[in-house]
């Protein structure tokens, strides 16, 4: 089973500021990893799938980079709605298997 | 707009079996892989296994000798039952849809929370 760790596992912020996180594989799942957004008492909503493609309506402030087992996830501006909990997942070999997250804060 | 809707008992006692079932509407059950993902409360995310339109399965190795996933085109629903379950089991239990090849989940439902509890 890949394992995928991200971090940091908080990350505070302002609004306006630009958010880079973190997901590294145990091995390498190619470009076979997505990025979801969690809101409080929500199911998570895709954001970029392939490493670096947007899923539908997902504004550009939100871009992936990577490949192999090292990927990113950056927010350039902060809005007041992208504070919440991020997850990556690989989708290379299954299981397939989740991060456990990254909780953008404010500050 | 394809929408998904989990639906089933809220409370199931230790050792029964959890059945839920996911209907789909705004699209078609074919072509897609069907999945179930469970978020324990407070926890992270773990896939359940899918099926596929053709009927073929994909389970985790962690849930497989408990796990039977179904699917029933006449009324666009597909279904999770999941045996001797233990508190451990306790979780929000999402539906979820992959729209191409590569298994990542474009569409989800709102989830249902099943309580393993006496």
């Known amino acids: 089973e890949i394992v995928l760790t991200q971090s940091p596992g908080t990350l505070s912020l302002s609004p306006g500021e630009r958010a880079t996180l973190s997901c590294r594989a145990s091995q390498s799942v190619s470009f076979y990893l997505g990025w979801y957004q969690q809101k409080p008492g929500q199911a998570p909503r895709l954001l970029i799938y392939?490493?670096?493609s947007r899923a539908t309506g997902i504004p550009d402030r939100f871009s992936g980079r990577g490949s192999g087992t090292d990927f990113t996830l950056t927010i350039s501006r902060l809005e007041p709605e992208d504070f919440a909990v991020y997850y990556c997942?690989?989708?290379?070999?299954?299981?397939?298997?989740f991060g456990q997250g990254t909780k953008l804060e404010i500050k | 707009q394809v929408q998904l809707q989990e639906s089933g008992p809220g409370l199931v006692k230790p050792s029964e079996t959890l059945s839920l079932t996911c209907t789909v509407s705004?699209?078609?059950?074919?072509?897609?892989?069907w999945s179930w993902i469970r978020q324990p409360p407070g926890k992270g995310l773990e896939w359940i296994g899918y099926?596929?339109?053709?009927?073929?399965?994909n389970y985790n190795p962690s849930l497989k000798s408990r796990l039977t996933l179904s699917v029933d085109k006449s009324k666009n629903q597909f279904s999770l039952k999941l045996s001797s379950v233990t508190t451990a089991d306790t979780a929000m239990y999402y539906c979820?849809?992959?729209?191409?090849?590569?298994?990542?989940?474009?569409?989800w439902g709102q989830g249902t929370l099943a309580t393993v509890s006496s």
């Open positions: 392939g490493a670096f």
């Open positions: 997942q690989q989708y290379g070999s299954s299981p397939y298997t």
């Open positions: 979820a849809i992959s729209r191409s090849s590569g298994v990542f989940f474009d569409s």
């Open positions: 705004g699209d078609s059950i074919s072509y897609y892989y």
């Open positions: 099926i596929y339109y053709n009927w073929s399965t």
